[in-house]
């Protein structure tokens, strides 16, 4: 089972409305990643955190998207204006450092009508 | 443009049957190949994981790994019906910190 723990499994948002969706992480793991998967089940990497640092993110998220691992908080990916095309599983993994494995959440369905 | 290119797209085999998936990074900086295996409707879950040149197997899932020409094989002997699932292959750099590139996946059915 995952110890990935990903919240809310399903959220359905207007177009122009604010997403928001948390993930706690396996204990003890200081990696954080977000993944989108399309219809398509094509993955996207969305950004990664290091402990509350933001490694990497790609021009999408830091153009549209508000992410934060606060510690003692669950991590959160936000969606500041949801468009039709952002529709997609978000998934949220952990890990302890480079090259071990990566676990996933469940993930949160995002539909925007 | 996608960097791991997975085939095929879909493969049905029968109950029993061997499995063959394939793939491959055209990031020559990549350095850790990694197998997961998702069902319909749940998470991504790591089947095995590859970095050395030749084979490695586990029960009945043999990977495979060709440093040189960054291309991985994935081959599941004596199918079985909870093998069909989408098969996700990834590569990763030493350097990026575990950041997954995924490929597209080959979807498994194994017919009864």
């Known amino acids: 089972n995952s110890k990935v723990i990903q919240t809310p499994r399903y959220l359905v948002k207007g177009q122009g409305q604010k997403a928001k969706m948390r993930c706690i992480p396996e204990k003890g793991h200081p990696v954080v990643f977000w993944y989108q998967q399309n219809k398509n089940n094509e993955f996207k990497f969305l950004i990664n955190?290091?402990?509350?640092?933001?490694?990497?993110q790609i021009d999408m998220t830091e153009k549209r998207f508000s992410a934060e691992c606060p510690s003692n908080s669950p991590c959160s990916l936000e969606i500041q204006s949801s468009e039709a095309g952002d529709s997609a599983l978000y998934l949220c993994?952990?890990?302890?450092?480079?090259?071990?494995?990566?676990?996933f959440g469940k993930g949160t369905r995002l539909t925007v009508v | 443009q996608q960097k791991v290119q997975q085939s095929p797209e879909s493969l049905i085999v029968p109950e029993g049957g061997m499995a063959s998936l394939n793939c491959t990074s055209s990031?020559?900086?990549?350095?850790y190949f990694w197998w997961y295996r998702q069902h319909s409707g749940k998470s991504p879950k790591m089947l095995m994981s590859i970095f050395s040149n030749g084979e490695k197997e586990e029960g009945r899932f043999t990977v495979h790994l060709n440093k040189a020409s960054l291309h991985t094989s994935l081959h599941i002997r004596d199918s079985q019906p909870s093998d069909s699932a989408l098969y996700l292959c990834?590569?990763?750099?030493?350097?990026?910190?575990?950041?997954?590139?995924f490929g597209a996946g080959t979807q498994l059915i194994v017919i009864p």
């Open positions: 955190f290091q402990n509350q640092e933001v490694l990497q």
């Open positions: 993994a952990s890990s302890l450092q480079g090259h071990t494995e990566v676990f």
């Open positions: 990834a590569a990763s750099r030493g350097s990026a910190l575990g950041r997954l590139h």
């Open positions: 990031d020559r900086n990549v350095d």
